[in-house]
């Protein structure tokens, strides 16, 4: 897969430090991210494509599915149009 994802015009990561938790920030939406969600996001700068970013995921993270749930993920956001 040679799509490297980043986030869509409008779209802004952000961490809640009240909250402890990353948002993204859309047009008249927030959106809350649970668990290693913003983490991945980070990584989507446009730099990295898919499998490098699973591959990064997977050595801070070892035996965690990294390989099925992040492209699986990546995949929901793009077409919900928060990624390109």
Do not use: Q, Y
């Not at 920030?25 to 990584?43: D, M």
């Not at 997977?58 to 990624?83: Q, S, Y």
């Amino acid at each position: 897969m040679t799509w490297r994802p980043a986030l869509s015009r409008g779209v802004v990561l952000r961490r809640d430090r009240v909250r402890g938790t990353d948002l993204l920030l859309l047009p008249e939406r927030v959106v809350v991210l649970h668990g290693g969600a913003g983490g991945v996001l980070r990584l989507c700068d446009g730099s990295r494509n898919v499998p490098e970013i699973v591959a990064e995921l997977r050595a801070a993270f070892p035996g965690a599915p990294v390989g099925a749930d992040v492209p699986w993920f990546l995949a929901a956001l793009r077409k919900e149009g928060w990624l390109t």
